[in-house]
């Protein structure tokens, strides 16, 4: 699965912000020459090997004495405020349908990953599942960060300290890959405004 090359721009930058340049520097020279020369010569659109991000995210971890996984979702987190920043999130404080706006958020998938799909499962007062789809190899380090973007967008959504969690996960044996994200979905609705389940 190739994804666009932002996410690993978007991860040098918040290791750069965050610990600096130094830092940063001693992760990009540890990585592997393919991961070397795709931080230097891409751009925001192009497309590049998902095991690419991965491999930083992991050696960013061990550069940094993050354990494995935390460090990957603060990264995929920054990815959603970066991402997040267009027409969609302007539009979330006008539309009172958290659900609608789920699945627009959801349907982004294909516009950073060229394979699978993110599929909004259920939405209730206090709870989104979602799940990821057609991933032919999984990855934890993938998954990770996918967790911290879940937790940022129902935070840009309005949600009051959410918690989100990779409750089945493909790495682990699961047969599939679904998120939890738990908070007040409804709280800036009205109870009359409660989409039907």
Same mark, same amino acid.
């Given at each position: 699965?190739?994804?666009?090359?932002?996410?690993?721009?978007?991860?040098?930058?918040?290791?750069?912000?965050?610990? *600096?340049?130094?830092?940063? *520097?001693?992760?990009? +020279?540890?990585?592997?020459?393919?991961?070397?020369?795709?931080?230097?010569?891409?751009?925001? =659109?192009?497309?590049?090997?998902?095991?690419?991000?991965?491999?930083?995210?992991?050696?960013?971890?061990?550069?940094?004495?993050?354990?494995?996984?935390?460090?990957?979702?603060?990264?995929?987190?920054?990815?959603?405020?970066?991402? $997040?920043? *267009?027409?969609?999130?302007?539009?979330?404080?006008?539309?009172?349908?958290?659900?609608?706006? $789920?699945?627009? =958020?959801?349907?982004?998938?294909?516009?950073?990953?060229?394979?699978?799909?993110?599929?909004?499962? /259920?939405?209730?007062?206090? $709870? /989104?599942?979602?799940?990821?789809?057609?991933?032919?190899?999984?990855?934890?380090?993938?998954?990770?960060?996918?967790?911290?973007?879940?937790?940022?967008?129902? =935070?840009?959504?309005?949600?009051?300290?959410?918690?989100?969690?990779?409750?089945?996960? +493909?790495?682990?044996?699961?047969?599939?890959? =679904?998120?939890?994200?738990?908070?007040?979905?409804?709280?800036?609705? *009205?109870?009359?405004?409660?989409?039907?389940?």
């Amino acid at each position: 699965m190739n994804v666009k090359a932002q996410g690993l721009l978007n991860a040098a930058r918040w290791i750069e912000e965050h610990h *600096g340049r130094d830092m940063l *520097g001693e992760i990009v +020279r540890a990585c592997s020459p393919a991961v070397r020369d795709r931080y230097v010569s891409a751009i925001a =659109i192009n497309w590049h090997p998902m095991e690419e991000l991965c491999e930083f995210v992991e050696v960013a971890e061990r550069c940094i004495g993050s354990p494995p996984g935390k460090l990957a979702e603060r990264i995929g987190a920054a990815g959603a405020r970066a991402n $997040m920043k *267009g027409v969609l999130l302007r539009i979330a404080f006008y539309v009172t349908n958290p659900e609608f706006m $789920m699945k627009r =958020i959801a349907g982004l998938w294909s516009q950073f990953n060229d394979q699978g799909s993110m599929l909004l499962l /259920v939405i209730g007062e206090d $709870m /989104v599942r979602l799940e990821v789809t057609g991933v032919p190899r999984p990855n934890a380090t993938f998954c990770s960060i996918l967790t911290g973007w879940c937790h940022e967008v129902a =935070i840009a959504l309005g949600v009051p300290d959410p918690v989100a969690r990779h409750v089945e996960c +493909r790495t682990r044996h699961a047969k599939r890959c =679904i998120w939890e994200v738990r908070g007040s979905f409804l709280e800036r609705m *009205g109870k009359a405004d409660r989409p039907k389940l």
